[in-house]
């Protein structure tokens, strides 16, 4: 539910969140629940403010009970160091919240149980979304880390599968935490979402990916020069599979190996990239090889 604009970013309301803040009006918690909106916003808009600078523009913001996703909808850069500066830029704002409620507080300019709650609730939102698991901040910081390790699709599935392991947790907790009466129902309603968030992180990762290859001689034209990553792989091995393994700001040289272990040719990172898209993705590496040498 989109309820407005800002320098033409849609500032749209989750239906979570939506439910929440009416569920805190008929409890009597309207005025904290309005709160907890602003902090969000700040939240999220510290994110937009920071991809603006490493020019990626976003689209919208979608506003959850845990924080927001921010989303655009052109090209997702997943460069590493840029997506952990993005989505620490959250939390970070959080804390500065809390400090300069803190500093504000000797002075009464905010009524002390206003100033507490603000300062709980930020601090709550700041280190809750620092958990290494996605779709949290921290899982987009995991990702980052993990990316240059394993690729960006591996990464995404790992952050993600952690992910849904926290929201299982964190579903039963609540669960059995709601039965005894000692938590609320908005623990296991936010593990719920937490698990649909990560799920569709995992079914979003492999568009990503396809994108971030079309691009791939960009960003080679952009940097100038890369280093390289060298992979082994068996002729009969499908780009697909080849793709999975490449890594940002890398140009990959894959060395085909034949059934005795020897190296018997070898293929760019381009060519591999023009096959998956021309060929298609169960294109054998073996078919674009072109046999240029031979060790042994």
Known sequence: MQIGQ???IRIVFNPFFAILLVLLGLVGYLPHGLVLFGIVFLHELAHTIVASAYGLPLSSI??????GVASSEGFQNPDPFAEAMI????PLTNGFLCLLALVVAPYGVIPAIWNEYFVRANCVMGLFNLLPALPLDGGRILRGYLALRMGYRRATERAAFIGKVLA???GLVGGVGFYLGCINVSLPVLAFFIYISAGREQRMAGYVLV???????????ENGVLPTEQLVAYGDVPVKDIVRHFVPRRYHIILVMDDAGDIVGFATEMEVVNSFFERGIDTPL????RYRYHIG
């Open 286 to 289: 073996q078919a674009i090889v």
């Open 62 to 67: 979608e506003l959850l009970p845990f924080g």
């Open 87 to 90: 989505a620490l830029a959250g």
């Open 168 to 170: 299982v947790c964190l």
């Open 211 to 221: 994108r971030y290859l079309a691009r791939k001689r960009q960003e080679l034209e």
């Open 6 to 8: 800002i320098g033409g």
